[in-house]
């Protein structure tokens, strides 16, 4: 994409961001990696007229081991963290998330936006006001619920305990102090108390492995008590995701996550099949998916931060609020949630 249409694309996104002129708007580039999107974000910046900075920081040293979830540059730089805390809002080009380094920057006020996917789903999935509404329609249902129960045709029948942790909403852009959102998303979550997951989760051939980026060809079976993962069956891809997990040597990474449903009709399941790059958001967000994640949970204020992170989308779901019906079958079953074609 050239960089006058990743520029316009920006200044949809600041202007739903709520951007406005004497804002101070940091943008978190990493080495040479996406220094277009920094370039677009400054010139949207300012067309909008908030004061625009780039902080770039290096390239991790070679052979320094594998990216980690939670771990980043701004670890060893705590005057950098200073500095975007006295920032109106962050766009953060690297992935921050999961760290305590980000956490630092929202407690301090500063709303965080991810921009890390491919420009051409950045495109096709701008924010939008409509979106926006579903989502936050979601996240008031889902917050006053006390108990999610999600069954499938392959055999998930698995509780939540809720109400310990607050609910989470993604629609793509932010505009509240200390708010953050990933572009492109449109789903909401929660997590249940750290031992009040029991069941069974069955992932179907066709499902989403994330972050290994690739549908599932056989059923895995997750076997749930307490919030602990006890058991994992299945074939070779049971057998990937148990070696995957066994490789970061932390128990931890056998508690459950986050937990909830997709809402956008323009992401494709079958985004896969022709991956751009990217960190998967279109596979979280499509419509009527339900995503149940296994790992940290300190992104909901909760203490587990092990690098340990899976997140996979499944479909022909059914998922019900204090045995309310929400999504039933992979379909919104909520009137003001549904997508209605024009």
Known sequence: ??????????????????????EKVVVLSQGS?????????????????????NMRLPMP??????????????????????????????????FLLFSKEQMAIQAAGTRVLTA????????????????????????????????????????TDVT????????????????????WDHWPAAFVFTGASDDGVDGQIV?????????????????????????????????LDADLVKSYMESFKDPRGYGMS???????????????????????????????NVMFSTGPNNELGGPNDTACHLDIPMRHCSLYLDDEPIVIDGDIAVEEMRHLPA
Request: aromatic residues 8%; contains cysteine.
């Open 1 to 22: 994409m050239d960089l006058m249409s990743l520029t316009e694309i920006c200044l949809h996104q600041l202007t739903m961001s709520g951007v406005h002129e004497g």
């Open 33 to 53: 990696e996406r220094l277009d999107y920094a370039d677009a974000f400054m010139a949207a910046g300012q067309r909008l007229g908030a004061k625009m900075y």
């Open 61 to 94: 040293v070679a052979g320094s081991g594998n990216w980690e979830v939670g771990v980043n540059g701004l670890s060893s730089n705590p005057e950098a963290v200073e500095a975007l805390k006295q920032a109106d809002m962050l766009i953060d080009l690297m």
């Open 116 to 155: 890390v996917e491919p420009a051409s789903l950045l495109a096709r999935l701008l924010p939008t006001k409509e979106l926006r509404e579903r989502v936050e329609i979601g996240a008031e249902i889902l917050s006053k619920a006390k108990v999610m129960r999600i069954t499938s045709p392959h055999g």
């Open 160 to 179: 939540y305990q809720l109400g310990v942790y607050p609910t989470i909403s993604e629609y793509g852009c932010t505009d509240e102090p200390g708010r």
């Open 203 to 235: 992932v179907a051939p066709g499902d989403v492995l994330l972050p290994f980026n690739a549908y599932a060809r056989d059923p895995i079976t997750y076997t749930i008590e307490k919030g602990l993962i006890t058991d994992i069956r299945g074939g």
């Open 258 to 288: 986050h937990v909830g449903w997709g809402l956008d009709h323009r992401a494709q399941w079958h985004g896969l099949t022709n991956f751009p790059g990217g960190m998967g958001m279109e596979l979280r967000s499509f419509y009527g």
